[in-house]
Structures are given as C-alpha cells and as structure tokens.
C-alpha cells in the first residue's frame, strides 16, 4: 500500500507507455472517423437502393425563377447513375416538355418528361397552352398542373386575406367553377381533367421499360 512500483516490476519506461498510449489514442480516433463515414454513407446507399425503378413526378430544377440545386441536365445524370425509371421536371412559370427533350439529347438511359402548370403565365386556365404544349417535338409534355402560386386558395392563405384574388377551380360550395368547366370541355383529347391534375394516359407515356411495382 502506497509503495511505488519499481521500473522493473511495471515493465514498461515512461517513454514506451507514452508510446503505446498515443497510438491507443490514434487508434481511437480512426475507428470513430470510420464508423462515423460509414453510418453518413449508409442511408444514402439504402436510398439509392430504393430509387431503382422509380419515376419521380414533380422535381424543380434550373432554369427557373427560383434559385435550385441542380440543373436538367446534373438532375438526368443522378437519376440515371442510381437507377431511376425517369423522371418529371416541374416549372410553375411555363412548360418543361421543351426542356424534356433537349435533356434527353445530352443524357440518354433516362426517362424524361415535362408538363405544364397553369397559372397566370401561361394565361390561367388556357387550352391553348395546353394544345401547344402537347403538339411540341417528341411528345414529351405528359403532365397538365392546374394553378399552384396563383390558385385562389394559395393566395388567400398567405396574405391572410378571404378575397386575394387567382384562379378558382371550385365554387364556393365545392363544384366546379363555370370557368373551369368551360375550359374542361376544350382540353385536348389526350388530356383527362380532374381538380388536382390531368395527365395523359399511362399507356401513352412510350417508356420502353415498366416501373418497378411498390409493395
């Protein structure tokens, strides 16, 4: 009790136990840097695994009015490495369907379509838009958005005013307005209408492979 241990019975020098303690240090430290890079790395595997096969419907990328993370063309090459299906590129300003096309030149192996939203830039509830947008080269506007910033409703909520102004869909008691059910009866052919969005049908979307089924 209380007597120091000589060097002989510890066994090892002040300069080797300094030795082995940094390099248990060291050790540490590596296997801490190496767990943590490989738990960053896990989900980002696993979500690559689970896009395979998958078609992603509204994604925003530049150009736009608002600032993105990515362009067209970055977002086709990322889809296309982990395995995507395809993909739909959204503008609230004007149609994507152009866009769709010149993507498709550039990166191929990957689905990609466009669409149109209908607020006030491109004339509201226009089927003209629509019709132009439809008949543009390649056939790759697939999707019609009704009205998203100009809604009436969108409005009404941020302002925090009853009246804002913008497009309405429906009446006051939840039918359709007259001005929607007009523009309804002009939409192309191709085109199926409803309050949330239209879409042509699955069978004219011309992907040459099918989406993997989710359970």
């Known amino acids: 009790m209380g007597r120091e241990l000589g060097k002989e019975e510890i066994g090892l020098s002040r300069r080797d136990f300094l030795r082995l303690a940094g390099l248990a240090g060291a050790m540490a430290v590596v296997q801490k840097s190496t767990i943590r890079n490989a738990s960053a790395q896990m989900p980002a595997a696993m ?14 990328s530049a150009p736009d009015v608002s600032s993105r993370s990515v362009n067209d063309f970055d977002l086709a090459q990322k889809a296309r490495e982990i395995g995507m299906l395809g993909i739909v590129i ?15 030149q550039v990166v191929p192996g990957i ?9 006030y830039s491109v004339g509201g509830l226009n089927p003209v838009a629509v019709e132009r947008m439809i008949r543009f080269s390649g056939g790759y506007g697939k999707i019609v958005w009704l009205p998203t910033f ?43 209408f409803s309050p949330q969005v239209m879409s042509l049908p699955r069978r004219s979307w011309g992907s040459s492979r099918r989406p993997k089924r989710r359970e």
Not at 47 to 60: F, P, Q, S, Y
Not at 111 to 119: A, H, K, R, Y
Not at 150 to 165: E, I, M, Q, V, Y
């Open 111 to 119: 689905e990609v379509f466009g669409g149109i939203v209908l607020n």
């Open 47 to 60: 979500a690559d695994r689970r896009l395979v096969g998958a078609i992603d419907m509204h994604i925003h």
């Open 150 to 192: 100009d809604a009436a409703n969108h409005k009404s909520f941020f302002t925090k005013k009853a009246d804002a102004g913008g497009i309405r869909i429906m009446d006051g008691s939840g039918l359709s307005s007259p001005t929607c059910e007009r523009s309804s009866s002009w939409w192309p052919k191709p085109i199926s």
């Open 90 to 104: 959204k503008n609230h300003e004007f149609i994507t369907n152009d866009r769709a096309y010149l993507v498709r």
